[in-house]
């Protein structure tokens, strides 16, 4: 006969998200997360947007680098879900959810100047990082959630990397543009 199975039952108290944080914290840094999924999805169509529209002499290179652009914010917004899901909260991912939640805009790609669609996304790396610093404190300071602090602040780096990059192109326009106008 085999013998019967011994261990502790699972039931819905035990069951319960048990992780040092009380349930009004964890359902104040979800929604943190949540707005965060909302505008790093923002980003993600937006690159996307960008990667199918632009056009000019620059196209392939700007149509692969939005392309791995948009792959890496792909990423992103997966973690942010799941780290939403690791303090016990919903992960917020119905479409017209997200619309409504959503924090940032861009101008549309189609007709766009390359140009343009650099400075929209640096825009939104930049309106992250700015976000992501405040978020990190405040789960730090406010709710003791060092997780997810830490969390936010190594996303933070990711956009402040991106945004460089994107700067340093712009940059090089920038010098383009004054230089031809010194010559008139
Ligand atoms: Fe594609």
């Not at 700007?62 to 997966?78: G, K, M, N, P, S």
């Not at 990397?161 to 031809?180: D, N, Y």
Request: hydrophobic fraction near 40%.
């Amino acid at each position: 006969m085999r013998p019967v199975p011994s261990g502790r039952m699972v039931t819905t108290e035990n069951m319960k998200t048990n992780i040092g944080l009380n349930d009004e914290t964890r359902l104040e840094v979800g929604q943190i997360l949540n707005l965060l999924l909302a505008d790093e999805y923002v980003l993600y169509a937006t690159t996307r947007d960008y990667h199918w529209n632009v056009t000019g002499p620059e196209f392939r290179s700007l149509h692969l680098q939005f392309e791995a652009q948009y792959e890496e914010v792909a990423v992103w917004i997966d973690d942010v879900a799941e780290r939403a899901r690791a303090i016990g909260v919903g992960a917020e991912g119905n479409w017209n959810d997200l619309t409504k939640s959503a924090r940032s805009s861009a101008d549309p790609g189609i007709d766009l100047a390359p140009d343009s669609m650099l400075l929209e996304l640096l825009e939104l790396h930049e309106g992250l990082v700015v976000q992501l610093r405040s978020d990190s404190s405040l789960c730090l300071e406010r709710y003791g959630d060092a997780g997810t602090a830490d969390f936010l602040t190594g996303l933070m780096e990711k956009h402040e990397k991106a945004a460089w990059m994107l700067r340093s192109q712009l940059e090089g326009c920038e010098e383009e543009a004054t230089q031809e106008a010194s010559h008139e």
